[in-house]
């Protein structure tokens, strides 16, 4: 998830910069990353001092046994992260048509 996380940072910073006009700290920046670290390593060492790895169908992950911390640690973020990117974006698209739109008027 360490990825994913990294492009919701990425349309976040887009956002800031494109539609708000805000040039983001290098302290964001820095909660960025280690949002996105934080996040992956923490539910590896999760699953790993639980237990939770092992044989799941075609490869190693959680296992049947603890299905639910697979919405938890996979599932439920991955979905939250595709949503809120789409809603980011769109917002940025959205934001870019009317400065154009504006930018025709003038000249």
Not at 12 to 41: D, G, T
Not at 44 to 72: D, K, Q, S
Request: with cysteine; net charge positive; charged share 15%.
């Amino acid at each position: 998830l360490g990825a994913p996380f990294y492009n919701l940072c990425l349309a976040i910073y887009y956002y800031l910069f494109i539609v708000k006009n805000i040039r983001p700290s290098r302290n964001l920046e820095r909660c960025m990353h280690l949002v996105c670290f934080l996040f992956a390593f923490g539910t590896a060492i999760a699953g790993l001092t639980t237990g939770m790895f092992g044989y799941a169908a075609f490869w190693c992950w959680i296992t049947v046994e603890y299905n639910i911390f697979r919405y938890f640690f996979f599932h439920g973020p991955i979905w939250i992260i595709i949503t809120s990117i789409a809603i980011i974006m769109s917002s940025i698209f959205y934001d870019l048509k009317k400065q154009e739109k504006r930018q025709r008027r003038r000249g």
